[in-house]
């Protein structure tokens, strides 16, 4: 096993080899509508360089909330990516990880995040089970699954230990090697779909991974639309059920305990929520969901709910 240091060296030596290829990319947008994309791309990379140099870390953890004694993992957890510039604000990532992803960039940047991600994972003491968000794309990619591999071959996971690629940005066109699958299997690696809902390239994406998916997390929008609709959350669920039923089901953009309630009681195949605004602490979540229960049951039965999902459009 190669020691901590060697480690480093290698994710900083890959963020060293992207700016310098994406700053040849910049230089050519002067004036161009893509520029303040791209320069933006670049800043948010230099600064992701230097916080690895100071040791800080640069996600931090959504935690998959517990509604169901179900429940195969008990603390798992989205890593999302929080850069900070030099004033120590965040810089959101969205625009900036697109810049890679339109220009060619892609597998090189989640090459980049993934190596950081196993470098952070390897200093928590209480986050023991992640998901890491990866492009389909990049799992296509040679040079990002031999070094995804590389490093995962060496890492040593404690039996309460997990980690999950949560698989995003996939595509009817993207036929997946089960080849390769079946290699990050070999090293107790899982895999999440994620933002699923109902249309055709979820269909699609659904039969693709067939048999190798554990877990599944359902499209906030699904999960706060309307139930009357042909994207619902129950249609989505017997759906998936049909498809592949042992998968375990995540509900995101979850607004809050009495709604993680509500879908505990009418959904028992979703065994985790995920949401924005439900508290980063699992024990908080536990309390008011514990309370939530307790409070209908002391209402004698199924209080009637008041459905908020008018309201989502404000949140989301």
């Not at 700016?19 to 992701?48: A, C, M, P, T």
């Not at 965040?90 to 995040?113: C, Q, T, W």
Request: aromatic share 10%; charged share 25%; proline share 3%.
């Amino acid at each position: 096993m190669r020691s901590k240091d060697a480690y480093d060296i290698e994710l900083l030596r890959r963020i060293e080899g992207l700016i310098r290829s994406f700053q040849g990319l910049v230089k050519d947008s002067h004036g161009q509508e893509n520029e303040v994309e791209l320069v933006y791309g670049l800043r948010v990379l230099v600064s992701l360089a230097n916080m690895v140099l100071r040791n800080e870390d640069i996600f931090t953890i959504e935690p998959w909330h517990i509604i169901s004694a179900d429940a195969p993992l008990s603390r798992p957890g989205e890593m999302l990516l929080r850069v900070r510039d030099y004033k120590g604000e965040v810089m959101p990532p969205y625009m900036a990880i697109m810049a890679y992803y339109k220009n060619g960039f892609g597998a090189a940047i989640d090459a980049i995040l993934f190596l950081a991600a196993l470098w952070q994972f390897q200093r928590y003491e209480t986050e023991r089970q992640v998901s890491i968000n990866i492009s389909a794309r990049s799992l296509r990619d040679s040079d990002f699954v031999k070094c995804s591999l590389e490093r995962l071959e060496g890492l040593e996971l404690e039996p309460d230990q997990k980690i999950i690629i949560e698989i995003h940005e996939s595509a009817p066109h993207l036929s997946m090697s089960r080849h390769v699958l079946d290699l990050y299997d070999k090293f107790g690696v899982s895999f999440a779909i994620d933002d699923v809902g109902l249309n055709m390239s979820d269909i699609m994406r659904l039969g693709e991974f067939d048999g190798l998916v554990e877990y599944l997390k359902i499209d906030r929008h699904t999960v706060c639309g309307p139930e009357g609709s042909s994207n619902s959350l129950g249609n989505v669920v017997e759906f998936v059920r049909s498809l592949m039923p042992d998968v375990v089901m995540v509900a995101e953009g979850v607004r809050d305990a009495n709604h993680a309630y509500e879908i505990s009681k009418a959904f028992s195949d979703i065994i985790y929520v995920q949401g924005l605004y439900l508290p980063d602490d699992r024990k908080s979540f536990a309390t008011d969901f514990y309370n939530v229960k307790a409070k209908r049951k002391a209402m004698g039965g199924e209080a009637q709910y008041r459905d908020s999902r008018h309201e989502a459009g404000d949140i989301l």
